[in-house]
C-alpha cells in the first residue's frame, strides 16, 4: 500500500522557472523524505524533515511540511535542465520501531532548456 | 568510496529458474534494504535487515528471501521466478535506524 501520494504525476516547465511537487500521506510520521530519480539510475536523497519541522531549505531546494493536513511540498527554485528526473516522497511511520520508508508514486519533472 | 554496489545490472530468467541478486556497501553501514520498482509506482520494500545478523520482512516479501552475509552484503535470492517478480531492483542501506537512505543502480529483471 503506498501511503504517499503525488501531485502533479508529471510536470512540464521551462528553465529558470520554479517547480512545485505536492505529496499526501495518510497516517502520523517520524520523519519525510523527499528523493530524486534520473532515468535509469538509483534514487538520490534530497532532504528529510522531521514531523517537528515546518520549513527546510537546501540550496535551490525548499521543502515544508503540514503534518495537520498530512502534506509536504518541494519547491525548486530556479529550474534546470539537469533537474529532469522523478522525484518521490517517502515517509517514516511514526509508530514503528524501525524506520521502514513508504515511497509514493512520484512527480516526473521535465525541464525543457 | 564505491558507496552501494549491486549485481548483476541486468537479467533474463525463464518462469521456474532461481537466482540471487547480491548489494553490497563500503560505508560501514547497519542497516540494509530490498525494494522493487515497477512501471509507474513508488520503491515497495521487500526485505529489510536493520542489523548485521537480522532480517525482517517489508511490504511484498511473498517469492523472496535475503541472507544477510556480513556487515557489508545483503543478498535478495529468488528461488522459482514468476513473470510477476519482472521488475526493477534496488538495494539500498543507512547508518542507523532512522534517515537517508542510499540507493545502488539497480538490477533489471526479466522474467519470461
Known amino acids: 500500500s503506498q501511503q504517499g501520494e503525488e501531485d502533479p504525476q508529471a510536470l512540464s516547465i521551462q528553465e529558470g522557472e520554479n517547480a512545485t511537487m505536492n505529496c499526501s500521506y495518510k497516517t502520523s510520521i517520524n520523519n519525510l523524505q523527499w528523493y530524486r530519480q534520473n532515468s535509469g539510475r538509483g534514487l538520490v536523497h534530497l532532504i528529510l524533515i522531521r514531523s517537528n519541522e515546518r520549513e527546510k531549505h537546501s540550496g535551490r531546494l525548499r521543502v515544508t511540511l503540514d503534518t495537520s493536513k498530512k502534506s509536504s511540498s518541494l519547491l525548486i527554485t530556479a529550474s534546470r535542465a539537469a533537474d529532469t528526473a522523478s522525484y518521490f516522497c517517502?515517509?517514516?511511520?511514526?509508530?514503528?520501531?524501525?524506520?521502514?520508508?513508504?515511497f509514493g508514486t512520484g512527480t516526473r519533472l521535465l525541464v525543457s532548456p | 568510496n564505491a558507496g552501494v554496489t549491486q549485481t548483476p545490472k541486468f537479467q533474463v530468467l525463464k518462469t521456474g529458474q532461481s537466482m540471487t541478486l547480491q548489494c553490497a556497501q563500503d560505508?560501514?553501514?547497519?542497516?540494509m534494504y530490498w525494494y522493487r520498482q515497477d512501471p509507474g509506482m513508488g520503491l515497495r520494500l521487500i526485505y529489510y535487515?536493520?542489523?548485521?545478523?537480522?532480517?525482517d520482512k517489508g511490504e511484498v516479501p511473498n517469492g523472496y528471501n535475503v541472507s544477510r552475509l556480513n556487515k557489508r552484503e545483503f543478498s535478495l535470492r529468488l528461488e522459482s521466478a514468476a513473470p510477476s517478480q519482472t521488475s526493477v531492483y534496488f538495494c539500498?542501506?543507512?547508518?542507523?535506524?532512522?534517515?537517508?537512505?542510499?540507493f545502488g543502480p539497480g538490477t533489471r529483471l526479466t522474467v519470461l
Open positions: 535487515s536493520a542489523s548485521e545478523g537480522t532480517t
Open positions: 539500498a542501506s543507512s547508518e542507523g535506524n532512522r534517515g537517508e537512505q542510499f
Open positions: 517517502a515517509t517514516d511511520a511514526w509508530n514503528t520501531g524501525f524506520q521502514k520508508l513508504v
Open positions: 560505508m560501514n553501514h547497519n542497516s
